[in-house]
């Protein structure tokens, strides 16, 4: 048995602590939905006073030179690499995580002509399920869309593209990167991977695994902001061969020339396409300075100390939740989902008691855990919270019954 | 001859001039480069830090219901429709206006299936001419590019797509888009107009002129900050036809519902694709703010009166730079072009002196008038120091010469 002492004192030794003075976390905030939106960062503050009051309001144009505006997209870009095992140069930001999933899988589908199979599992999310769709139908390809756990005998030499998020939204259930893009290269197929619930969560190692491409989103463990861009990854043996089907002014090789005749730029700038949305950009990038000093390795180590604490407490505590989540450390994300009927109502009770989480449809409670910012006591408190919310009726006032429309 | 003390009077009159004070506008500038980026508002202030620090920051993903984060492409939309004379629910901000470009044409020859040609004209902006390559390539369609003046007789049954700028970034020639959208319809083809000159310079009627889709710019006359999301409007006699290619989560009829397949939203959410930007958007529904009392008629004649200062002054004193934006109203949108071969170094030394116009490849000065912040005696002494430029050798320092990439 946990007992809160035990969570103080795993706090006292816990080397990312400190971190958590970078949020600004609203006073009295259990905040288990990072994993949804992350939360502001001094950091952040700062870096939009500066670029709002400052490159904008005082710098005007001239900003996209004196600030660097221009750099922003590929700047930004090598400090996600760093994150996500990749190499210098292979990653711009901007877009958002479904538009850069276009991108890279409409793209990709080209450098294999002849295959007919884009293939997914039906753990994906729905976005890339409707990108996938979309692309597969404009193309003439089948998607084939199988149990998560089914992806790797479906890969076949018919497979043009292997498109898949390595961390389930719903269940938290996390691929084996490995041994799947393997798979893939072996039927000589093109790994596509949404790192949407891994990039900045634990270490995701691109380079290393040999995936071609992938795609991931700024405002979950990046604390991006709302809608921060999304980013797109190009492998260097795809970089002279991929091409970005949208063709705009920031994708081309001379973008300032104003030449009449597309040219895509070399290297990762082709995954560009309009203007990037410079004030939601500077966000992420002062969002990235919490970052700058953490070993991801140390992030994966807590998240899965939070995760086992708080599949313990409900085991123990609250055996009608079911855990839906992977025991199996190598094969789970930095979130966990309970399965109950009611678990919209529950989730709004809890909500309304400052534990934040959020509902997936049709019955999952979903928390996620984001080391630089949350506590062992946290979970513990979260997990009493809930305790409370079960034994009590208040999960069944009519004000917790209707259904929000959450993201 | 007009004197300083006539554009003192004109000032005096003009009943736009109260709109400057909600402008953070430097000490010291003149700004004549609001075409490019507009500049800060104090309601941009104040809603990014209501958005940062209060909806992001205390309301973190509440936010999405309490603030009306998950309505707000939609809502930003509709204060653009009123500006560009379109229809409620026909607007809808997010992403670049390349992508919506893209979004917009290549759903648009999808409704013309058979027709083999795109027309445009050689004086869109690169950005246009970019998407409408990559369209027509991946579809099997030719791009015709012709002169400005040759678009209406080179529309023809074959055509399936019409896809203009209306007023030329680099001349300020402004097309007319009624006779060009009723010649697109009497061969059978679809218009579609990039307004990112237009919209917030002068008024727009997008209904009244029958035009099937149009998109256009957050950051140039709408103020609404660097790269700020552009917008895709949709006719309603296209809403249920026209498909966006990009399916994504936000452009499902039941985004969060979650389903595995894409079902395209009724009217003009399907124009969406993933998570919107929102800091970018809040900043540019602030910058909105400024419009909402402004009479866009009043804006044209003002505009018509500064740009008619500009050029009688230029013409008054500076007969060696070529005024190459039509002298006649009706083709003239807001900004005025003039060529020198030495325009790049004529230019840095302007903005040395704090007049900030920009320069186009290879010979173009341009000079943006934006009524609601810029008084004649801004133009007056604009060209002032423009006189003295041109009469001392001072553009012909080195440390102007060097070539930067401005955007």
């Not at 295959?115 to 729905?126: A, C, M, Q, Y």
């Not at 390595?166 to 893939?184: K, W």
């Not at 920031?250 to 300032?256: A, C, E, L, N, W």
Request: net charge negative.
């Amino acid at each position: 048995m946990v007992t809160r002492s035990d969570c103080v004192a795993l706090d006292a030794a816990d080397r990312l602590a400190p971190h958590r003075d970078r949020f600004r976390l609203p006073e009295g905030i259990i905040y288990l939905d990072g994993n949804s939106l992350g939360p502001l960062s001094t950091s952040v503050v700062d870096g939009m006073t500066r670029a709002v009051a400052g490159e904008w309001g005082e710098g005007l144009i001239r900003s996209w030179n004196s600030a660097g505006w221009v750099d922003l997209p590929a700047r930004v870009g090598d400090r996600i690499a760093r994150l996500i095992g990749a190499e210098p140069g292979t990653v711009m930001v901007g877009d958002s995580t479904s538009i850069n999933l276009y991108k890279a899988v409409d793209g990709a589908r080209r450098l294999r002509p002849g295959r007919r199979l884009v293939v997914t599992d039906s753990g994906n999310f729905p976005t890339d399920l409707y990108v996938l769709q979309g692309v597969c139908s404009a193309a003439g390809l089948d998607l084939e869309v199988v149990a998560p756990d089914r992806v790797l005998s479906a890969i076949c030499d018919d497979t043009a593209v292997v498109a898949l998020t390595e961390v389930d939204y719903r269940t938290g259930r996390r691929h084996d990167m490995v041994s799947l893009t393997a798979a893939a290269h072996a039927a000589g197929a093109i790994a596509v991977w949404d790192l949407a619930h891994s990039a900045g969560a634990f270490p995701v190692e691109l380079a290393g695994v040999g995936a071609d491409f992938a795609v991931g989103c700024g405002y979950k463990y990046l604390n991006g902001g709302p809608g921060a861009p999304g980013f797109l990854y190009v492998a260097p043996s795809h970089r002279d061969g991929w091409r970005n089907p949208i063709t705009g002014w920031f994708g081309h090789s001379r973008p300032f020339a104003f030449e009449p005749v597309f040219d895509p730029a070399e290297g990762i700038d082709r995954a560009a396409v309009g203007t990037p949305a410079i004030l939601s950009m500077a966000a992420l990038d002062a969002a990235l300075d919490v970052f700058d000093d953490v070993d991801l390795a140390e992030v994966r180590r807590k998240s899965l100390a939070l995760t086992d604490l708080f599949i313990d407490l409900i085991d123990e505590h609250l055996p009608e939740l079911e855990v839906i989540t992977p025991r199996d450390h190598s094969s789970r994300g930095s979130h966990v989902s309970l399965r109950h009927e009611d678990g919209y109502p529950i989730i709004q009770a809890l909500i309304a008691r400052g534990v934040i989480g959020d509902f997936r449809s049709p019955d999952i409670l979903r928390f996620g855990f984001a080391p630089l910012y949350l506590s062992h006591l946290d979970v513990f408190e979260a997990v009493e919270h809930l305790v409370e919310v079960m034994a009590s009726d208040e999960w069944r006032q009519p004000r917790f019954a209707m259904r929000l429309a959450v993201t």
